[in-house]
């Protein structure tokens, strides 16, 4: 009767959705008054829960149904039983703590405490904990069958339960029977308790797996508990398998379609065409047309091809072409799974024209953020979404295609058109312009709102707009009045958004990769739910870097950890809110040494729910950065990436690192790439708050998920500890077992293990001043944690130190971490120099110092000739200097035939060099004034005759015809003596000797005639060594002039700085490095091998070998002891 009357007073407007919700109120009203009373239903309900078997109370709790009780029958107050009173010691409640009212010495069963009302079940975010309890008759209608990771499984489906739950002895069951897992967590931290339970469940696991009925497939957790119990479906897996449904039926939602069909005939039949305007190309004229030759269909094809193109004329999509057309574009025929076939045109060569236009196109977030409390949602499809847009005459040209049959161009917009997009989105963004609760990308629209009435009211106005602007929906591929649904690959919901069950099965089902190109793929699958995945960016960081060029394909232990890694989290990924501007908003960031992270936190209904979890990796220049630097970054990248969120709004930007709260607050002076952040920070309004790293939930964001397991530790005395050293020490392709067997049989390491064993180093001088640093483990002798290496290793050693080229001090550097032998610097100093890779791309050596040439007797003596050009203008001028008097002479030329006398060494010929650089500069200025360079070069050439010059400080005519020649200045004449002239040559040249040499830290060259030698060559590219490879010697030496024979016989002419004189091992190494340097490739490929035969050693001792290495000082007796015979 209550629930009638409260229908009645709705009134005429009552809809099915407001009756459920009323008689659900009445019917929990109902329930509350019946618990208030006491009065309980005990004929026929019961409580089921998951709960071990057995228990320290229930011997005493469990009790017997019995109809009306005897009330002259006494009971004990505390355990309800009637063989003792209470007073009764042996009370089996004395000291128990109730389970209904938390009192001590007394039993749930006889609590007098009234209840509080219902309790209901709430998971808590922080602590994670959930319930798992239903009320309902005895019955076993609500079990159901279910495929459980390919295992059948009957389960309970509890409505009231938020997890799904089995008992320990299910789950023995379904490993027997080989389930299959997506992930398997032995603890958790998650609680569990039972209805009307104070105390949690004992929570042994979690484990995610597919659960299937019918054909309904959903990735489901399942929670295990220690003890039997049965298995319990939770309500939300039950409602996302259409096992439980709460709201309107299935049925329902058939008929609204079918409504819709029929109030709207035209929306859902053929392909649409927009009423109200054609689409327009925009073609650049300046493109020529391109008509591509025809592309031959097959045979087998041909048929379906005549029909396509038939279907399309007759929808008015495409139509016949008569006469020429400057455009044709190539067809690409794509078979379809019903034998049908669909047309796609090559459009790359049309696109080149086609300018387009920059509509924007709104992305996901900016979709997303408007769904805020939306709980009713469906999606509309538009039939062949580009073809319902139809072209103007002047744009079809640029479509033409041909086939077999014919030549044909489309009317309507295809995909393909570089414009397509971003045409077919603002036109259909116009189309429903003004409506609420509606938004799309491109040909997927999607109607939302927060109950059913407002929903249903923004379906029916876009439907009705759709069918006046002329166009059409696919009615297969739309969904009406859905509480979830898939909207670009994303899964939308009234709670928040997740992936798709397709992706996580997609990603669950990925077998590991085989090269860089499977990685990446991979990469994709999952990055496109990385808005879920806390921690994307550093999770993949080791497969990211299998991407990288020239790195080798290695899919080792942590690429395997990374890609279960992200398997797992994708599988146990949550649902993400929805973004609320009204909310209270959190930023909170944080940086490790490879990555950064952020979340991004408001508060709903009070709780502080995530709305979108970025990541990225850091750069190789970025990972230098300090840890500070990298936090400091962490915060600006975190506000610039989550910008259309933040941006004009007051929010709190958390962190884990203290300092960060000094360098963003007002009175910071940071260093100058973090003041340049804080100036990005500006435009922001927010506050800086320090949580500790163990509170920050992005912390997780930029860490390895899981951590490297730790080594064991051993300690099996001092001599193994040696023994570890000496294994650790050696390089990869020696092998301690051959570095112990060439010891044993090593005449100068064996006298060495004698010594050491009686303190006698006599025969051994070399190792006496550190006999304190050295010991024996077997047959190796070790200097501290370095081996001493046997003779016949040596070379061997000095090869291996010297891979990669490290130079002098790295490879040093190499031998002194690892090995030691005397002698072993200067050894690898000289292995260094005398290594042939390392000559050719050497630097030169010095220049020699200059030789200045002598003035000649008189004027025309000694001439220096060159030529100078070509000019621009295909000249050449041929310049004459005069040694003594410095007086030149040119003459401008239309060809040339010349050969040079020291090839690419015009220092060599420096007097007419120098005066080639003046001229040029003349030449140069007049052009740049549009001057005739010929009139100015002569004005040049007189005035330089006629003035003094700086090195003999007389005028080169003057010295040439010995008298002055007049200027055009006065000037009183002054005789100067040609002893003079040449003490200021000899001076002045003296002075530029001197200050060149110094400049070019020259020093006389050691070349002589019979030396190999290595040539300088030309650079052609990055690749190119400074000097030949070839060895060449030198056959004649005059000054600094070389000439050089390769070994073809051929004759070179250079400076003495071009060559360098070429090192060879010497005689000392030979008799014993030659032969044990020919097995150091063999050794190097196959370095496992425990066993080396090593060559017969020789008594050739390596501590003899010359110093090759720095130049060392001369040695002599003072002078005062030069009258006396010193002995």
């Not at 005895?138 to 009231?160: A, H, P």
Request: one cysteine or more; a neutral charge.
């Amino acid at each position: 009767m209550y629930v009638k009357r409260k229908l009645l007073e709705e009134g005429p407007g009552l809809t099915l959705n407001r009756t459920l919700e009323l008689a659900s109120q009445c019917e929990n009203v109902e329930e509350q008054m019946s618990a208030m009373s006491g009065t309980t239903k005990a004929e026929t309900e019961t409580v089921h829960h998951v709960a071990q078997k057995g228990g320290r109370n229930a011997k005493y709790s469990k009790g017997k149904p019995t109809g009306k009780s005897d009330q002259n029958e006494r009971k004990c107050y505390r355990c309800g039983h009637t063989d003792h009173l209470g007073r009764d010691p042996k009370c089996p409640a004395r000291g128990q703590t109730c389970h209904k009212c938390s009192g001590k010495d007394h039993f749930s069963t006889v609590c007098c405490t009234k209840p509080k009302g219902a309790k209901h079940g709430v998971s808590n975010v922080e602590e994670q904990d959930d319930f798992a309890f239903v009320v309902k008759e005895n019955n076993t209608t609500e079990r159901l069958t279910f495929s459980v990771g390919g295992v059948k499984l009957q389960m309970l489906i509890d409505s009231g339960a938020t997890s799904n739950v089995m008992g320990e002895n299910t789950w023995e069951r379904l490993k027997s029977e080989c389930i299959k897992c997506h992930s398997y967590i032995p603890k958790t931290e998650r609680k569990l308790f039972s209805y009307a339970a104070s105390q949690p469940l004992s929570v042994k696991g979690a484990f995610t797996c597919e659960i299937a009925i019918g054909n309904r497939i959903e990735q489901a957790e399942f929670i295990v508990v220690n003890g039997k119990g049965e298995a319990l479906l939770g309500k939300d897996t039950a409602m996302k398998l259409g096992v439980l449904k709460i709201g309107v039926d299935v049925a329902a939602v058939v008929d609204i379609k079918q409504s819709l069909e029929q109030q709207y005939p035209k929306l859902f039949q053929g392909v649409g065409k927009l009423n109200s305007k054609q689409v327009s190309l925009h073609i650049n004229p300046d493109v020529k047309p391109v008509a591509q030759p025809l592309r031959r269909i097959p045979f087998n094809l041909r048929g379906a091809v005549e029909d396509k193109i038939k279907q399309l004329i007759d929808m008015d999509i495409i139509e016949p072409v008569d006469g020429p057309t400057p455009w044709v574009n190539p067809v690409v025929i794509v078979p379809k799974a019903d034998k049908d076939v669909r047309l796609c045109l090559d459009m790359r060569r049309a696109n080149q024209a086609i300018e387009r236009e920059r509509f924007p196109i709104p992305t996901v977030d900016e979709i997303l953020q408007g769904m805020n409390g939306s709980t009713v949602f469906s999606k509309l499809d538009l039939k062949w979404g580009y073809h319902q847009l139809e072209l103007t005459p002047e744009s079809r040209g640029i479509t033409t295609f041909a086939v077999h049959n014919g030549v044909y161009q489309y009317k309507r917009l295809i995909f393909g058109v570089s414009s397509a997009s971003e045409q077919y989105q603002h036109e259909v963004a116009n189309a429903l312009t003004g409506i609420e609760g509606v938004e799309n990308i491109s040909d997927d629209i999607i109607v939302h709102a927060h109950d059913q009435e407002t929903h249903d009211r923004h379906l029916h106005v876009v439907l009705t707009r759709l069918t006046e602007r002329g166009l059409t929906l696919n009615p297969d591929k739309c969904q009406f009045n859905m509480d979830k649904l898939v909207f670009m690959g994303i899964l939308l919901s009234e709670k928040g958004i997740g992936p798709t069950a397709e992706r996580v099965r997609a990603v669950a089902e990925a077998r590991e990769p085989e090269n860089a190109a499977e990685v990446r793929s991979f990469l994709g699958l999952v990055g496109y739910s990385s808005r879920v995945i806390p921690q994307f960016a550093t999770l993949s960081e080791p497969l990211r870097r299998l991407t990288r060029k020239d790195t080798p394909f290695e899919f080792g232990s942590e690429q395997r950890e990374a890609f279960n890694a992200l398997k797992n989290e994708l599988a146990r990924a949550g649902t993400l809110a929805y973004f609320d501007k009204n909310a209270q908003t959190k930023v909170i960031a944080d940086a490790s040494p490879v990555g950064l992270g952020a979340v991004l936190i408001q508060v709903q209904q009070g709780d502080e729910v995530p709305i979108c979890y970025v990541s990225r990796s850091l750069s190789d220049c970025e990972r230098k950065y300090s840890q500070t630097e990298r936090e400091a970054l962490g915060l600006v990248w975190a506000c610039e990436r989550l910008h259309p969120y933040v941006y004009g709004r007051q929010f709190t930007l958390v962190t884990d690192h203290k300092p960060l709260e000094v360098i963003y607050g007002p009175h910071s002076k940071p260093c100058a790439r973090i003041e340049r952040w804080v100036l990005r920070l500006q435009p922001y309004d927010f506050k800086v708050l320090y949580i500790p790293g163990k509170q920050n939930i992005a912390d997780s964001l930029s860490r390895l998920l899981g951590e490297t397991a730790k080594r064991e530790r051993h300690n099996h005395g001092s001599d193994e500890y040696v023994r570890f050293v000496a294994v650790s020490a050696m390089p990869k392709a020696l092998t301690t077992r051959e570095v112990e067997e060439a010891s044993a049989t090593d005449p100068e390491l064996i006298e060495v293990r004698e010594a050491i064993a009686n303190g006698r180093f006599e025969n051994c001088k070399a190792y006496a001043a550190i006999a304190n640093e050295l010991c024996v483990v077997g047959h190796l002798v070790l200097r501290g944690t370095r081996i001493v290496l046997p003779r016949i290793l040596h070379a061997r050693a000095l090869t291996l130190a010297h891979e990669g080229h490290l130079g002098i001090v790295g490879t040093k550097q190499h031998l002194r971490t690892k090995v030691w032998r005397p002698g072993m610097d200067r050894a690898a100093e000289r292995h260094c120099k005398d290594f042939h890779g390392c000559q050719i791309v050497a630097r030169p050596d010095p220049p020699e110092p200059l030789r200045p040439t002598p003035l000649p007797d008189g004027p025309w003596r000694d001439v220096a000739v060159d030529l100078l050009g070509p000019l621009p203008s295909n000249h050449s001028i041929l310049v004459v200097v005069d040694y003594y008097s410095r007086y030149y002479e040119y003459d401008i030329l239309t060809s040339t035939t010349t050969e040079k006398a020291t090839a690419k060494w015009a220092q060599a010929n420096g007097e007419v060099e120098r005066q080639n650089a003046s001229l040029m500069k003349r030449i140069r200025i007049a052009h740049s004034e549009g001057l005739d360079w010929k009139r100015e070069l002569r004005k040049y050439v007189t005035v330089y005759r006629s003035i003094d010059h700086a090195t003999t400080g007389k005028s080169p005519a003057e010295l040439l015809f010995n008298r002055k020649v007049r200027g055009k200045l006065p000037d009183v004449t002054e005789s100067r003596t040609d002893m003079e002239v040449r003490d200021r040559d000899s001076e002045q040249k003296g002075k530029s000797k001197l200050y060149a040499d110094e400049r070019r830290r020259a020093q006389r060259s050691e070349i002589e005639v019979g030396d190999t030698v290595l040539v300088r060559q030309d650079k052609v590219d990055k690749f190119t060594t400074p000097f030949n490879t070839t060895p060449h010697k030198v056959v004649s030496k005059a000054g600094s002039h070389v000439i050089v024979e390769s070994p073809t016989g051929a004759r070179y002419t250079r400076n003495s700085t071009f060559v360098k004189k070429y090192r060879t091992t010497g005689p000392e190494e030979t008799t014993h490095e030659q032969d044990d340097t020919q097995g150091v490739e063999e050794v190097m490929v196959d370095y496992d091998k425990d066993t080396v035969t090593p060559p017969t050693p020789t008594d050739t001792s390596m501590s003899d070998m010359p110093n090759a290495g720095r130049p060392q000082r001369n040695k002599r007796a003072p002078q005062r002891l030069s009258d006396y015979i010193v002995p």
